[in-house]
């Protein structure tokens, strides 16, 4: 896809909050010519009061009472930029953040197989912030700036012509001089932020394993560790501060000579009397250079967030830029007998389109209500195969059919309602055992979520729970035997009901007694469904209807037990090994 430019993408995302940013806007050109006003007032007060001889009240009410009306205009564009600014940058993040989402979402399982959900989650949170930190302030305080430079120019050209030429003239020279030190300061500050995160990580890391790191009693090593990065710490941070130092003395320094040079030129101009140069006019100068040098300042430090909002965006746009290859089908066939034969006709399929097939014309059928056991050593490619039918991959070559219709033809949603896959590694969200189970079929009722509870086997030992089926699992929930999750996530299929089932038997890392325990509800979940099962352990691939030994090659042997048993080949020496070993 043809990369649009950055203003081009990004500037749609005001859409919806056109007329805020244009009110904002306008509050930014009121605050900048409340801001110019002021010095303006002054001038217009002592060049009266002079022209007058000498005090005249009214003239100073006036003048006075103008000026409180300015700062109250100015106020109060500063109360609404703030608030009503920051909140539109608010939903702008939320914008971005749910169009994010909804790609994550979609994202192809190729995309998690190459990023971490760590790194995810902070891009999520960070270049978010950046990007709506960007999207208010960067044109509010880049507009109030230059309104005001651009105003400060006509106004000291109408005072005076030369002495406006002389300053401005000096001041590129110290822009040039902040630019360079601010880029610097900025680019420490990033180092100091990636340095934090790398000590954060290792902190996680150590804490989280610390029961290895107590086995081995290595408990002074992570402490080394731990100083060497603290150290580093200090000298990142105390080189940063050196660098602000610099950067906030130049800042002294620089408006303080250009005070020097105006009010030395200014008073040279007043003494040879060029251009008819008053007093109150090099007091209007003074007042003038405060605002002029701190507009600049907001320039340099606004075009820095330019920067990092920008990247941040550019980031958030690679990521809405990966294609999402799975898509749903133009003509979604609805038709489809679920309950029909699961087959893959001569399927060839690899993870990354330059890489090494690891399926090769592979043909496989799982007749309709039955079971088929996939067994080999690992590598060979059963999970891959599995993949295959709920499309978390497409196959490069061939095709995979349910009663005879290609998957790449039925809806993804409609697909993955009909295939349950039982993982290795069960996920209980974050809430109760119930709404875990209810994740099968959200509107199913009590009786339904209990039924499949004792279907699975798991209805006992949740009745035991403290809270029953209130209970909460997941990350911060009870401590859930992995049997006991395994049931729940059973539970949750018999709920759902599909009538394709995938199986990735994972019960070597159970006890005898629980793996007793989820053989039999994965055998009940099986009966009369079309399944394939990955098998780890040859007890449990006996009852199969068929039985696929799976190697590199491809299939190598099918059959039932017993007649794979009698053929003597593969499988029948891959049991005997298991036999007695057992
Ligand atoms: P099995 O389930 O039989 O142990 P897999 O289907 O998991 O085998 O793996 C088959 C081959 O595909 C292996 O060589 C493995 O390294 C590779 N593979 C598996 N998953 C991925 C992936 N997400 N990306 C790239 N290669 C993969």
């Not at 209130?470 to 395994?486: A, F, I, M, P």
Request: net charge neutral.
């Amino acid at each position: 896809m043809k990369k649009k430019g950055f203003i081009k993408r990004f500037l749609p995302y005001y859409k919806p909050y056109k007329a805020t940013l244009v009110l904002d806007l306008f509050c930014a050109l009121l605050y900048s010519l409340a801001g110019l006003a002021f010095p303006v007032l002054v001038r217009e007060l002592l060049g009266r009061l002079e022209a007058a001889g000498g005090l005249s009240l009214r003239v100073i009410v006036t003048v006075g009472g103008i000026m409180v009306a300015v700062k109250l205009v100015e106020t109060a564009c500063r109360y609404f930029m703030i608030t009503v600014g920051h909140i539109m940058g608010t939903k702008f993040e939320a914008d971005l953040r749910r169009e994010l989402y909804g790609k994550l979402m979609q994202m192809p399982a190729s995309f998690y197989d190459n990023n971490k959900v760590g790194d995810l989650m902070s891009r999520v949170n960070n270049d978010l912030f950046d990007i709506t930190e960007f999207s208010h302030h960067c044109p509010e305080e880049l507009f109030i700036a230059s309104v005001r430079i651009l105003g400060i120019f006509l106004y000291l050209l109408f005072i005076n012509v030369w002495l406006t030429l002389i300053i401005f003239a000096a001041m590129p020279l110290f822009i040039a001089l902040a630019f360079l030190l601010n880029g610097k300061l900025e680019s420490n500050f990033a180092a100091r932020r990636k340095k934090v995160g790398e000590i954060n990580a290792n902190i996680e890391d150590s804490l989280s394993g610390v029961g290895v790191v107590r086995s081995f009693a290595n408990e002074d090593k992570e402490m080394q560790k731990f100083e060497r990065d603290n150290k580093e710490f200090i000298d990142i941070k105390s080189r940063s501060y050196k660098m602000m130092g610099l950067f906030f003395s130049e800042v002294t320094l620089s408006t303080g000579l250009l005070y020097i040079l105006t009010v030395v030129a200014g008073a040279v101009f007043i003494a040879k009397g060029i251009g008819g140069l008053t007093w109150v006019d090099l007091m209007t100068y003074v007042l003038f250079v405060q605002t002029l040098y701190s507009s600049i300042d907001t320039i340099i430090t606004y075009s820095e967030q330019f920067q990092t909002g920008k990247s941040g965006f550019n980031r958030f746009a690679e990521i809405m830029d990966v294609p999402v290859d799975l898509t749903e089908p133009m003509n979604v066939r609805s038709d489809v007998d679920y309950s029909g034969d699961v087959q893959l006709q001569n399927v060839t399929f690899a993870y990354d389109e330059s890489g090494k097939s690891v399926l090769k014309n592979l043909d496989l059928t799982v007749k309709s209500g039955t079971t088929v056991a996939l067994v080999g050593p690992s590598g060979a490619g059963k999970t891959t195969i599995a993949n295959l039918i709920p499309r978390l991959y497409d196959v490069k070559e061939g095709a995979v059919t349910i009663g005879g219709v290609p998957v790449t033809e039925i809806s993804l949603k409609e697909l993955r309602r009909n295939v349950g896959i039982v993982q290795q590694n069960v996920y209980l969200f974050n809430g109760s055992v119930k709404e875990n189970i209810l994740y099968g079929r959200p509107n199913a009722t009590d009786e339904e979520v209990i039924a499949a509870a004792k279907a699975a086997g798991a209805h006992e030992f949740i009745e035991k729970l403290e809270k029953g089926y209130d209970t909460s699992c997941g990350e911060r929930g009870v401590r859930l035997s992995g049997g006991q999750k395994q049931r729940i996530s059973i539970a949750r299929l018999f709920l759902k009901d599909p009538p394709i089932l995938i199986l990735d038997e994972a019960t070597s890392a159970l006890d005898n007694e629980s793996e007793r325990l989820v053989q039999r509800s994965l055998k009940r979940l099986c009966d009369g469904r079309t399944s394939i099962v990955i098998a780890h352990r040859l007890t449990t691939v006996r009852g199969a209807d068929t039985i696929c030994v799976v190697t590199e090659e491809g299939i190598a042997e099918r059959g039932t037990h017993a007649e794979l048993l009698q053929k003597g080949g593969l499988y029948a020496s891959l049991y005997r090994m298991y036999e007695e070993t057992a």
